[in-house]
C-alpha cells in the first residue's frame, strides 16, 4: 500500500488494514508527539470514513470509533452521558478536541486516559473490526494494561457502544490536576448514579490513573445501592475505593496521595450525580 | 499533489502525506507566521483553523487538508481583523511567539459566539500557552474584540513618559513576528547535535569518515574542530563550559557533535558512531561538596561563595525576644519559553553573520568571536525577533555551533531546537536548600538575620557567581537589618546548568525569609502587613551591604495594600480553607558592583527622519517602545517621529543586556542623554533657549521659543559619516562601588520595590489551591508606559505562581510541556496592580526597574496564604497538592519528620 491511505469505506479500511504492518492514524494527537516531521511506515487514516464519525442512538448508542471529543462535548445526550461530555470538555485544549477521537484515547490505552472512567461507568462495548469479521469486548477487556489493548493485527476500534441500561441516570466527572488547563490527571473519577423514588437503585463508580488501567469500584457500586440519596455519600468509604486500586508514584503525586485523593474525587463524583 | 484553501487563495504543494502541516506550512509555502513550539500538542503555538476549526498544525497531517480551507495568521477575516486591534490595545501581545495561536484560537471562539464571557474565553483559549503575559491582558482583548462590533478600541495616545503607548513593534507580533526559526538563507544546511543522554559519562566518537560519506551528511564537527577557545561562560574569569565537549559529558543534554545536513533531507542521526559509558553522577550539592570535582579548579565543587556580614548576627538572635528558624527547598526551574532557541548563519564577505533569538547580542558576539577564533569585528550578531528569554537567552545555545558550521563549510546554515533539546541544554533556575534564623525584638523589630543556601548549579558556571552574590544582598527583604550573616554557595552538580532566571536567585531567599516572617509576626502578635510596615526600609536607612538608601519604596506598596488587605481578610474570617498571603520584594537593578554601560545613538536624517538606534534587546518586555518614549520625551518630539534601527551589532552601538532589569533604568539614561544632547545641539543651531518647542514636518524641524521661531531644512544640511545631519550618542554606566570581603558596599544604583497580597482558597481535602486574587504593588519609580508595566507585572505573577505551585523540572522525566507544568489559562486569577511611584534620582524620569521585581513576592505571597489558611507550613516548592496534603496531613512518614526536623546548622 502506499504511505499514506485515508479510505472512504469501512470495507477499503479494513482491506487496507489486512496488508500488514501499518499503524491507524485518527486525530494524530497521540502519534505525532515523539515523531519526526512525517510519520514513519504505512498509515492508514480512518477520519474519511463517515461509518466512523458520529454518535447514533436507538438500542442504546453507538459513538463512532472517530468521533471527535468535541462533536461528544457539544451533542445533545441523555444525562448518564454528562461525564463523558465534562470529560470531553477537559482532555487538551479545544485544539486536541477538535483533532483528538474516543477511540483514539481508548487504543492509546494510558492508565490517565479521561475518557476511560466515564466509559466503565456507562458500562461500555467497544467494537472492532477486521477484514475477518466483527467481534465486541467490554472495555475492561479491551484495555489490557498500559499501553496494551485487545486490538489483533489488522484490527481497529469502529465503535463504543452504550447499552440501553447505561444511558439510564445522571453521571458526573471529576478531574484532579495540579493546574487548570492541558493537565493530565493525577486522578479522575466517573459515576452514574439511577435514582428512584428517592433511592440509589443502579450506581457504577470508575477511577482511572490510579492503578494500570482504569478500574470499576464494586464495593463502592454495591454500597450505594439501595441508599437513599441522603445518606449515599456516607456509603462511600475509603476502604472500598483503595481495595480496587493500585496507584504508582510518578512526577505528578505520590501513591498515598492518590489513593487518599481517590475517595475524596469518589464522594464529589457521586455528589455531582446525584445532584 | 495536495491542493486547498490557504487564507482563501487555492494552493497546490508538493509534501509527504503525514508531513505535520505545520513543516508544509513553514518549509514548503512559505508561512512562517505559524510558530511551532513543542511539536507535541502541548502548547497551541502552531494552531491554524481547518474549516474554522481550530487545530495543531503540529499534529495535521498534510495530507488531511486536501479540498479543504486553511487559515494561518498570514490570512484575514474579520474576526482577526478585531482581535489584531484589540490585542494592540490591550497588550496582549509581549514576545508575540504565542499570539498567532491565540488569535486563530479567539477567531474560532468569536465566530461560535461573538459575545465571549471570561470564562468563556479562559475555556477557548485553554490549549495555548503564554509565558510572557499571564494571560489575563489575552482574555481582556478577547472579550473585547467580541463586543467590538459597536465599540472600537479606543484611540492609540501617542504622547510621551507616562502614557500607555501601543508597542512600537506591535504591528509585527499581532502579524506573525519573524523570530529565529523563520529566516534562513536558500540553501541553509540544517544543523543537528548530538547530546549526551547521560548526566556524567565518558563516551568515544568511532569512524566518521563513513558517517561523513552518508548521503546528505554535509559536514561532521567535534570538541577537536573548534578554532579558538573552546570554554565560554557568561562571565568571562568563570570560562568553563564548552561550545561542544570532549569527553566526558557533564550533564544530560550536552552537545558533544555537530551534524550538518544538505537541505531536503532526513537528518537522520540514529546512526552517528558515538559509545558511552555512564560514569555515576553527582546529583545533590549535599554529596557534592564532599564528593570529586567536576572542575579540577573547584574543591568541594564550589563554584562561588557570596556572603554578607554587618553587626553581630548571632548575638542579635540571643538576645532577641522573638527568634524563628526554618528552612526552604526549591526546584529547578525551566524559562519554557515557547520559542525553542533558532537561528541561521551565512558568511558577508569576510563577516560571520548570526541571526537568532537572544537577549544579549554583545555577549553573543564575544564569546562566538573567542570560541570560533576570529577577531570581534568579523562577528556579527542580528538579534531575530526573540519568543521569550527570561533570562536563559542570555547564555549563548547555538551561536558557536551554527558559526562553526558556516565558517568551516562556507554555506549558509540554520538550526531549531526541539523542545526537548531547548528543554535539556540551556539553563535553570538554581535549585535552593536554605535554612536559617530570624529574630526580632519585643515591638516586632527586626534584630539579625542568619542565613544559608546551598545553590545547584550545575555542571557549568554561567551565572553561579551572579546568583550566588545576588542572595546574601537581598537575603533581608527590603527590611531594615541591623547584623545579618549571609552566605550563598554554588556548587556544581552533573545537573543541568542552572543560570540567569528573573530574579538572580533573589526568588528563592525571599521564599525563605517571606515565609518566616509570617511566623515571626505570629511570634510577636502582630498583623503580618503591620509587621512588614514596622520593619520596611525607609530613605536614610543602610542596607544589609551598609548602603544608604534613597527613593525606598517599600513603605508607599505596603501601605497601599493596607486596605485590600483589612478588606481581605474579613472576607476569609471564619470560611473555610481561605487564607490571604503577603510579601515583599526589593531587587537592585543591573550587575551587581560590576560596570554594566549602554550606549545610545539617535540621529536626525536629511530626509527628515529622527533614528533611534536602539540595541536593547526586546525579547516581550517592552524596551523597544520604552526606550522611544524616553528619548522622544527628552528630545521634546512625539515618538511617532522615531524609526527604530537595531539591534544589530553592526548597526547600534553595545546597550548590554537585557538582563538584571536594567535596560528601562540604565539603557533608558543612555537614551535620555543621548536625546538631550541632540536637542542642545538643535537648540544651539537655533539659537533657541531651554524651554523652546520642536516640531518635525518633512525635512523642516521648526524650534519656537517664546515668540520666536527658527526654522532648519534638514535636507540642506550635510550628513556627517553615521549619514545623519545631526546626531547624538551617549554612554550610561550605573555608579556602584565594589563589596568588601564582608559584603558591605553599593552594589547597585536604583533598587525597586514591591508587595503582593495573595487570596486564595485550599482545598483541604485534595490540597489544591484556587486563587481568588492577587493585589500587586509595585514602586517602579515612574511608569513610562502603564500598559507595559502592568504587562510585566502580570506576566511575572504568573510566573511565580508557577514556581509555587507546579514546576519542577525533573532531568529525564519532565523535558516536555505536558509533563512540565507552566500555569495555563485558568491559573492565573484576575490582578489588581496598583503603580507606586516613588521617583528615583538615578532613574531615567525617575524610573526603577520592574521585570524581575514582579516575581519575587509571588510565590512566598502564596505560601503564607496557604499557611493563612489552613496552617501548613511549605517548605518545599512547588507546593503540589500531594505536597500541600503531606503538609496537613501527614501521609507520608518521611515527609513530615523531614519537615519536623529542619535542618539547620
Known amino acids: 500500500m502506499p504511505d499514506y491511505a485515508r479510505p472512504q469505506t469501512l470495507t477499503d479500511a479494513l482491506r487496507l488494514m489486512g496488508r500488514g504492518r501499518v499503524s491507524v492514524l485518527a486525530g494524530g494527537t497521540d502519534l505525532y508527539p515523539g515523531a519526526g516531521a512525517a510519520l514513519a511506515g504505512a498509515v492508514v487514516d480512518l477520519t474519511g470514513v463517515p461509518e466512523l464519525c458520529g454518535l447514533q442512538t436507538g438500542h442504546g448508542l453507538r459513538i463512532g470509533a472517530a468521533t471527535s471529543w468535541t462533536a461528544i462535548a457539544e451533542a445533545d445526550l441523555p444525562p448518564a452521558l454528562r461525564a463523558l461530555q465534562q470529560a470531553a470538555w477537559q482532555i487538551g485544549g479545544r485544539q486536541i478536541q477538535n483533532a483528538g477521537t474516543i477511540g483514539g484515547n481508548l487504543c492509546n490505552a494510558s492508565p490517565a486516559a479521561d475518557g476511560v472512567p466515564p466509559l466503565m461507568a456507562l458500562g461500555a462495548k467497544v467494537e472492532l473490526a477486521s477484514a475477518q469479521g466483527t467481534r465486541r469486548l467490554a472495555l475492561e477487556a479491551f484495555l489490557q494494561g498500559p499501553r496494551r489493548t485487545a486490538l489483533s493485527p489488522g484490527e481497529v476500534v469502529t465503535a463504543i457502544l452504550i447499552p440501553e441500561s447505561g444511558l439510564q441516570g445522571r453521571s458526573a466527572f471529576v478531574k484532579l490536576g495540579a493546574r487548570s488547563h492541558l493537565v493530565i490527571s493525577i486522578a479522575m473519577v466517573a459515576a452514574r448514579v439511577v435514582v428512584q423514588a428517592g433511592r440509589v437503585v443502579d450506581a457504577t463508580v470508575a477511577v482511572g490513573a490510579c492503578s494500570p488501567v482504569a478500574v470499576r469500584l464494586p464495593a463502592v457500586e454495591a454500597a450505594l445501592r439501595g441508599a437513599t440519596v441522603a445518606e449515599a455519600l456516607d456509603r462511600v468509604q475509603a476502604a472500598d475505593v483503595t481495595v480496587a486500586l493500585a496507584p504508582i508514584d510518578d512526577v505528578r503525586a505520590t501513591a498515598a496521595y492518590r489513593l487518599a485523593a481517590a475517595t475524596e474525587l469518589v464522594r464529589r463524583a457521586v455528589a455531582g450525580a446525584l445532584a | ?905
Open chain 2, 1 to 905: 499533489m495536495i491542493r486547498f484553501s490557504l487564507n482563501g487563495a487555492q494552493v497546490e504543494v508538493e509534501a509527504p502525506p503525514t508531513e505535520r502541516l505545520s513543516d508544509t506550512l513553514r518549509e514548503r509555502l512559505g508561512k512562517v507566521g505559524t510558530k511551532v513550539g513543542c511539536d507535541a500538542g502541548d502548547c497551541g503555538a502552531c494552531t491554524v483553523l481547518l474549516d474554522g476549526a481550530a487545530v495543531c498544525a503540529c499534529l495535521t497531517p498534510a495530507a488531511r487538508v486536501t479540498g479543504r480551507a486553511v487559515t494561518t495568521v498570514e490570512g484575514e477575516t474579520p474576526e482577526l481583523t478585531r482581535l489584531r486591534a484589540s490585542f494592540l490595545a490591550h497588550g496582549a501581545a509581549q514576545c508575540g511567539i504565542c499570539t498567532p495561536g491565540m488569535l486563530l484560537t479567539a477567531a474560532d471562539l468569536l465566530t461560535r459566539n461573538d459575545r465571549p464571557s471570561e470564562a468563556e474565553v479562559e475555556q477557548a483559549l485553554g490549549g495555548v500557552l503564554c509565558r510572557c503575559t499571564g494571560y489575563r491582558s489575552i482574555i481582556a482583548a478577547v472579550v473585547a474584540a467580541g463586543a467590538a462590533v459597536e465599540a472600537q478600541p479606543p484611540e492609540a495616545p501617542a504622547g510621551g513618559i507616562g502614557t500607555s503607548v501601543r508597542r512600537l513593534d506591535g504591528a509585527a507580533k499581532v502579524a506573525g513576528d519573524s523570530f529565529g526559526a523563520d529566516e534562513w538563507p536558500d540553501g541553509a544546511l540544517i544543523v543537528k547535535a548530538i547530546r549526551s543522554p547521560h548526566p556524567h559519562a565518558e563516551f568515544a566518537i568511532g569512524d566518521l569518515a563513513t558517517f561523513r560519506a552518508r548521503p546528505g551528511v554535509a559536514a561532521v564537527f567535534t570538541a577537536s574542530d573548534i578554532p579558538g577557545r573552546n570554554a565560554f561562560s557568561v562571565i568571562p574569569p568563570y570560562a568553563d563550559q564548552p561550545a561542544i565537549a570532549a569527553s566526558p559529558a557533564r550533564f544530560r543534554g550536552e552537545c558533544v557533535a555537530l551534524v550538518a545536513f544538505d537541505p531536503g533531507v532526513d537528518p537522520d542521526l540514529s546512526a552517528f558512531p558515538i559509545s558511552w559509558v555512564p560514569l555515576a553522577p553527582l546529583d545533590r550539592t549535599e554529596a557534592a561538596e564532599v564528593g570529586p570535582p567536576i572542575h579540577l579548579s573547584r574543591p568541594g565543587n564550589l563554584l562561588v561563595e557570596g556572603r554578607v556580614q554587618k553587626g553581630d548576627a548571632a548575638a542579635a538572635l540571643t538576645a532577641s525576644a522573638h527568634v524563628v528558624e526554618g528552612r526552604m527547598t526549591t526546584a529547578f526551574v525551566e524559562h519554557a519559553y515557547i520559542e525553542p532557541e533558532a537561528g541561521a548563519a551565512w558568511m558577508d564577505d569576510d563577516t560571520l553573520v548570526i541571526r537568532a533569538c537572544t537577549q544579549a547580542p554583545g555577549m553573543d558576539r564575544e564569546d562566538t568571536a573567542a570560541i570560533l577564533g576570529l577577531p570581534l569585528e568579523r562577528v556579527r550578531i542580528i538579534p531575530s525577533a526573540t519568543g521569550g528569554g527570561f533570562g536563559s537567552k542570555l547564555d549563548i545555545s547555538l551561536q558557536p555551533l551554527i558559526g562553526l558550521v558556516t565558517l568551516k563549510t562556507g554555506r549558509p546554515c540554520r538550526m531549531v531546537y526541539s523542545r526537548q533539546e531547548s528543554m535539556t541544554s540551556t539553563t535553570k533556575r538554581h535549585p535552593a536548600e536554605m535554612w536559617g534564623r530570624i529574630g526580632c525584638d519585643a515591638e516586632g523589630r527586626i534584630t539579625g538575620v542568619e542565613f544559608e543556601g546551598r545553590f545547584n548549579t550545575g555542571a557549568y558556571s554561567s551565572w553561579g557567581p551572579t546568583v550566588a552574590n545576588r542572595v546574601p544582598v537581598h537575603v533581608s527583604g527590603p527590611y531594615l537589618t541591623p547584623a545579618i550573616t549571609a552566605k550563598a554557595r554554588a556548587i556544581h552538580t552533573h545537573g543541568p546548568v542552572s543560570g540567569a532566571f528573573r530574579g538572580f536567585g533573589v526568588p528563592q531567599g525571599a521564599l525563605w525569609q517571606e515565609t518566616l516572617f509570617d511566623r515571626l509576626a505570629d511570634a510577636a502578635g502582630i498583623d503580618r502587613l503591620e509587621f512588614r510596615l514596622r520593619n520596611a526600609l525607609r530613605d536614610g536607612d543602610a542596607s544589609a551591604t551598609g548602603q544608604v538608601l534613597r527613593a525606598v519604596g517599600i513603605h508607599d506598596c505596603l501601605i497601599a495594600l493596607k486596605p485590600h488587605w483589612a478588606r481581605a481578610l474579613a472576607e476569609a474570617a471564619g470560611r473555610k480553607g481561605r487564607g490571604v498571603g503577603v510579601a515583599s520584594c526589593w531587587y537592585g537593578c543591573g550587575n551587581t558592583a560590576l560596570p554594566n554601560p549602554s550606549t545610545i545613538r539617535i540621529g536626525l536624517s536629511p530626509d527628515g527622519l529622527v533614528v533611534l538606534h536602539q540595541g536593547a534587546t526586546d525579547i516581550g518586555q517592552g524596551s523597544n517602545t520604552v526606550i522611544a518614549q524616553i528619548a522622544a520625551e527628552a528630545l521634546g518630539v512625539p515618538v511617532t517621529a522615531f524609526r527604530l534601527v537595531g539591534p544589530d551589532t553592526a548597526l547600534t552601538p553595545d546597550a548590554g543586556k537585557t538582563s538584571a532589569s536594567r535596560q528601562t533604568y540604565v539603557t533608558g539614561r543612555a537614551a535620555k542623554a543621548a536625546a538631550e544632547g541632540l536637542r542642545t545641539e538643535i537648540l544651539r543651531r537655533a539659537n533657541a533657549g531651554e524651554g523652546a518647542t520642536l516640531a518635525l514636518d518633512a525635512t523642516t524641524l521648526t524650534v519656537r521659543d517664546r515668540g520666536t521661531t527658527a526654522r532648519i531644512d534638514l535636507a540642506t544640511l550635510l550628513p556627517n559619516a553615521l549619514g545623519y545631519v545631526l546626531s547624538a550618542e551617549a554612554t550610561y554606566d550605573p555608579p556602584t562601588s565594589p563589596l568588601d570581603k564582608n559584603g558591605q558596599g553599593a552594589p547597585y544604583a536604583v533598587y525597586g520595590y514591591g508587595a503582593q497580597m495573595v487570596e486564595l482558597e485550599v482545598d483541604p481535602a485534595l490540597g489544591t489551591i484556587r486563587l481568588l486574587k492577587i493585589t500587586a504593588a509595585h514602586d517602579v519609580g515612574r511608569a513610562i508606559n502603564p500598559m507595559l508595566v502592568r504587562g510585566q507585572i502580570e506576566g511575572g505573577i504568573a510566573q511565580g505562581i508557577g514556581m509555587a505551585l507546579m514546576e519542577e523540572y525533573l532531568p529525564a522525566r519532565t523535558e516536555n510541556l505536558h509533563d512540565y507544568l507552566i500555569p495555563t489559562f485558568g491559573d492565573a486569577p484576575p490582578i489588581e496592580s496598583l503603580l507606586i511611584e516613588v521617583p528615583d534620582p538615578e532613574g531615567p524620569f525617575g524610573a526603577k526597574g520592574l521585570g524581575e521585581h514582579v516575581l519575587i513576592p509571588t510565590a512566598p505571597a502564596i505560601l503564607n496564604a496557604i499557611r493563612h489558611a489552613i496552617g501548613a507550613e511549605i517548605t518545599r516548592v512547588p507546593a503540589l497538592p500531594h505536597r500541600v496534603l503531606e503538609a496537613t496531613q501527614d501521609l507520608s512518614p518521611g515527609a513530615a519528620s523531614d519537615a519536623g526536623k529542619g535542618r539547620f546548622r
